[in-house]
Nanobody, 121 residues
Framework: QVQLVESGGGLVQAGGSLRLSCAAS????????MGWFRQAPGKERECVAR????????YYLDSVKGRFTISRNNAKNTVYLQMSSLKPEDTAVYYC??????????????WGQGTQVTVSS
């Protein structure tokens, strides 16, 4: 079992930055990959970034490449999503998810509660 708690969302102006954190508990954190997903109203949930258990392999959605950075600190059981140069189209509820390297949200067993990110123009 894995429990996930996100934090760090909020309201920011276009061009601004936010850092999301996801604290994990339960199973040994360094044994599983992590992903960050987002879901905007009326849209499907999509993977914006994922990271391997070691942190050596990452993936980014094309629209966030160069602006978002995923990282993890296995000693702190935490995964981060640093978001810069934010755009209004980044507005969504952001979720962290555990225990898969897939881009498909259906392949993830564990989810956080979500944190709202709103980017104003």
């Amino acid at each position: 079992q894995v429990q996930l708690v996100e934090s760090g969302g909020g309201l920011v102006q276009a061009g601004g930055s936010l850092r999301l954190s996801c604290a994990a508990s339960g199973r040994t954190f360094s044994t599983y990959a992590m992903g960050w997903f987002r879901q905007a109203p009326g849209k499907e949930r999509e993977c914006v970034a994922r990271i391997s258990w070691s942190g050596r392999t990452t993936y980014y959605l094309d629209s966030v490449k160069g602006r978002f950075t995923i990282s993890r600190n296995n000693a702190k059981n935490t995964v981060y999503l640093q978001m810069s140069s934010l755009k209004p189209e980044d507005t969504a509820v952001y979720y962290c998810a555990a225990d898969s390297s897939s881009l498909n949200p259906n392949d993830y067993d564990y989810w956080g509660q979500g944190t709202q990110v709103t980017v104003s123009s």
